[in-house]
């Protein structure tokens, strides 16, 4: 990696909240990347996420509209170089997954 830079990735989580252990899971996988500065939204795509970290913003789609459409609703409210898809039934097993 050239110089201090660190790679800036904008991460949308995607979830219905039908499955919240899993949904935590995800999002403690995504902070858990080494020597990449993350930024994370989670999209309730028909539902209203609640109870996340202070760190962690959130989007409500009143109605599922779908998984394209869910993730797109995501992108205006990270920030990053580089965006990730994340379902909330899918986690990183490797913290340099993203390095």
Not at 23 to 52: H, Y
Not at 63 to 74: C, S, V
Request: aromatic share 6%.
């Amino acid at each position: 990696m050239m110089g201090d830079l660190l790679p800036n990735f904008g991460c949308v989580v995607l979830t219905q909240g039908k499955r919240p252990d899993q949904l935590e899971k995800a999002i403690d996988s995504l902070l858990s990347q080494v020597n990449v500065n993350i930024d994370v939204v989670v999209v309730g795509n028909g539902w209203k996420p609640e109870n996340l970290a202070s760190n962690i913003k959130s989007v409500h789609i009143s109605e599922n509209l779908g998984i394209p459409a869910g993730r797109n609703a995501g992108i205006n409210s990270v920030k990053g170089d580089l965006l990730f898809f994340l379902d909330d039934d899918v986690y990183l097993q490797d913290p340099h997954t993203l390095e």
